[in-house]
Structures are given as structure tokens and as C-alpha cells.
Nanobody, 129 residues
Framework: QVQLVESGGGLVQPGGSLRLTCSIS????????IGWFRQAPGKEREGVAC????????YYLASLNDRFTISRDIGEKMVYLQMNNLKPEDTAVYYC??????????????????????RGQGTQVTVSS
């Protein structure tokens, strides 16, 4: 049974940092596309970052301007999202998601993560002074 459990969210001031963690079980991490998406109140979901399982390519939401970094530890079965220089517009529930079929990168963006069939329960990130 595929399971993903996020942690690491919280309240942070603008300019601060957070590291989200996704603990996975029930599947082999390197056999799955893995990524993060977020949803803010009243807004559509958007793919934030993802890792392609076949070539390890990484895709980011273009508007992040290199503030976020996705990584994975295959041995520890963990996926991370390091978020730096956080802005109020980053406030959202962040979800970890995985899929063995859909490709995460679409025209250079992590749009495919929105189609992934397995996801966690989400972790709230609030950026506010």
C-alpha cells in the first residue's frame, strides 16, 4: 500500500525557511515519479517541484526563482522540499505526491505532479509577520 506522510510545515516570517519532509512506504522510491504540489485557499492547485524517475531530472514552478529545492534520500525513503526566502504568497497546504505512470515534467514544468494518483494528507505552511 502506497503511503506518503508529510511533516515540517508551520508558521514562519517572510524571508524565513522551512524544510518539508515526506516519508514514503509501500513502494520503491526510485521506481516512482515524486513531487510536491500546493493549494492555497481559493486558488487552484499548482505543481511546485518534482523528480523524474527515469533520468532524475528535476522540475520547478517557474515563479519560485530558485528559492525551493527538492531532493530525495532513497535509502531513508524520504523526499524533502527545502524552502528559503519564503513569501506570504507561498502560504498553502503542501502535498507530497507519487506515481508510477505519469511523468512529472511537462514542457519543463512540474505540471504532471497534479495527476499523480497517490498523495499525502498535506502540511500547512503559513508565511506571515
Amino acid at each position: 500500500q502506497v503511503q506518503l506522510v508529510e511533516s515540517g510545515g508551520g508558521l514562519v516570517q517572510p524571508g524565513g525557511s522551512l524544510r518539508l519532509t515526506c516519508s514514503i512506504s509501500g513502494f520503491i522510491l526510485e521506481d516512482y515519479e515524486i513531487g510536491w504540489f500546493r493549494q492555497a485557499p481559493g486558488k487552484e492547485r499548482e505543481g511546485v517541484a518534482c523528480i523524474d524517475r527515469t533520468d532524475g531530472d528535476i522540475y520547478y514552478l517557474a515563479s519560485l526563482n530558485d528559492r525551493f529545492t527538492i531532493s530525495r534520500d532513497i535509502g531513508e525513503k524520504m523526499v524533502y522540499l527545502q524552502m528559503n526566502n519564503l513569501k506570504p504568497e507561498d502560504t498553502a497546504v503542501y502535498y507530497c505526491a507519487a506515481d508510477s505512470v505519469f511523468r512529472c515534467g511537462v514542457r519543463g514544468l512540474p505540471v504532471g505532479v497534479l495527476s499523480f494518483t497517490s498523495r499525502g494528507q498535506g502540511t500547512q505552511v503559513t508565511v506571515s509577520s
